[in-house]
């Protein structure tokens, strides 16, 4: 069974420039997480959707967004990207948004964004 | 707001020595919590959780955890560290109706052979 994978692996943009990234939950699991990692760091988390809605937002400014589809997969946008957007951009798929047995976070591979 | 501290940010131990991983949260609620590993280039992965019940959880690879509620502390432990343990640790809370996590910042172990 495939696990959490995101897409690009790499990527390299410039300041004010957007990026998209990409997101396949695990099979039969409806629930999608963002989070961001700076380097040393904790990862931080960004959004949360479940069933195509926000169920989530953690503290990052309007130039992130994100929406999950009708097969659960997701998107998380950054416009005008800042040298501080720099980080390696985690999903994670559980199979429901809440309650104990569904609140265990697999993670993918994680996206690293440069910005230059 | 809830928040994870970890308190060691390196740690450098030998083979067969023992390993314990100090992690402090501040949420005054009902709280789930993780450990998760991410191995040198590889993915977050979950080492061990505790929801309820017995608050001394085992995890993989030999791993445990003890959870205090009084002291707020969910600290990992194992009696002896291999080599294939080098990683970083990180700990995480769960204290809301969703499964958002708060991290910690990480604990770097090297196990020299």
């Known amino acids: 069974d495939a696990g959490v994978t995101q897409s690009p692996t790499h990527l390299i943009k410039t300041r004010g420039q957007q990026v998209t990234l990409r997101c396949s939950p695990i099979?039969?699991?409806?629930?999608v997480s963002w989070y961001q990692q700076v380097l040393g760091q904790g990862p931080q988390f960004i959004f949360q959707?479940?069933?195509?809605?926000?169920?989530g937002r953690g503290n990052f400014p309007d130039r992130f967004s994100a929406r999950q589809f009708p097969n659960y997969s997701s998107e998380l946008n950054v416009n005008a990207l800042l040298l501080g957007d720099s980080a390696l951009y985690l999903c994670?798929?559980?199979?429901?948004?809440?309650?104990?047995?569904?609140?265990?976070?697999?993670f993918g591979a994680g996206s690293r964004l440069t910005v230059l | 707001a809830q928040s994870v501290s970890q308190h060691n940010h390196h740690v450098i131990l030998s083979e067969a020595a023992s390993l314990e991983l100090g992690c402090n949260y501040s949420?005054?609620?009902?709280?789930?919590l993780f450990w998760y590993v991410q191995y040198p280039g590889q993915h977050l992965q979950l080492l061990l959780k505790?929801?309820?019940?017995?608050?001394l959880v085992k995890g993989i690879k030999g791993f445990e955890a003890e959870f205090i509620k009084s002291k707020f502390s969910f600290n990992l432990r194992k009696p002896s560290v291999q080599w294939s343990d080098t990683a970083e640790y990180f700990c995480?809370?769960?204290?809301?109706?969703?499964?958002?996590?708060?991290f910690g910042g990480g604990t770097r172990l090297m196990v020299k052979p």
């Open positions: 994670a798929s559980s199979l429901a948004a809440g309650g104990s047995g569904a609140n265990v976070l697999t």
């Open positions: 099979s039969g699991h409806k629930s």
């Open positions: 959707y479940y069933e195509k809605e926000e169920r």
């Open positions: 949420y005054g609620g009902t709280v789930n």
């Open positions: 505790y929801f309820s019940g017995d608050p």
């Open positions: 995480a809370v769960n204290g809301n109706a969703g499964n958002m996590l708060t």
